[in-house]
Structure formats: structure tokens, C-alpha cells
């Protein structure tokens, strides 16, 4: 990989969050990642651990969407557009969660690979 392909590197930073996110906080890891193979700088660590934060939040929000829509389609036939609308607040803080605990904390971990990529020598 190049080094500064940013947009190659945080796709590779998201995949390696969706493949460990059995893993609790693998968004680090794979902004650590992505971090560590865009190199140039802790700035540019940190925008392309938030892409691959955000890559790598697409596929779990497309699952909170589709469970979550059962809890206002449900609460709508039962109680009533309040209801409803109870259901759809809450996907809408979950979605926001999701998308921000992701953004975030891969942001974290691409300014920790850019870190490693220039202090610490880890090719030997």
C-alpha cells in the first residue's frame, strides 16, 4: 500500500474493525491500523482513523435499522403514534451512538498508528 493512500487505508482500517468486532474496542484497532499504513503525521492519523471509524460503522447501523425497526413498527400497531415515535427517538440515539462511539475512538487509534509508525520501529 502506499503510504498517504488515505482512502485505501481507511477501508482497510474499517474492514479490520468489522472483522474484530467481536473484540471490544476494535474501531482502535483498526484506526491503529489505518494509522499505522497512512503514516505522515498524527493530523493525518486521526482523519484516517475517522474514515475508517466511519466505514466501519455503516454495516452495524444497517443491523440497528433493521432490528430497530421492529420497535416502532410493533409499538406503532400497539399503542399509537406516541409509541411509535418513542421507538423512532430511540433508533435515532442508538444510530448516533453507534456512529459517534466508532468515529471516535477509531480517530484515537489512528493517532496511536501514526505514533508507532514513527516512534516505535515495528519492521524491525
Given amino acids: 500500500m502506499a503510504r498517504g493512500d488515505t482512502l485505501i487505508n481507511g477501508l482497510v482500517g474499517g474492514m479490520v474493525s468489522i472483522v474484530l468486532a467481536f473484540l471490544p474496542f476494535s474501531t482502535v484497532i483498526g484506526g491503529a491500523v489505518a494509522g499505522y499504513l497512512e503514516g505522515d503525521g498524527r493530523e493525518r492519523g486521526a482523519k484516517v482513523g475517522a474514515l475508517a471509524g466511519l466505514i466501519a460503522a455503516v454495516p452495524l447501523l444497517g443491523l440497528f435499522l433493521l432490528v430497530g425497526s421492529f420497535f416502532v413498527v410493533v409499538p406503532f400497531e400497539i399503542g399509537g ?22 468515529i471516535l475512538l477509531s480517530t484515537l487509534g489512528g493517532v496511536i498508528g501514526t505514533y508507532l509508525r514513527e516512534e516505535v520501529d515495528l519492521r524491525g
Fill in 81 to 102: 403514534v406516541a409509541a411509535g415515535a418513542l421507538g423512532l427517538a430511540a433508533i435515532t440515539a442508538m444510530v448516533l451512538f453507534v456512529t459517534l462511539y466508532g
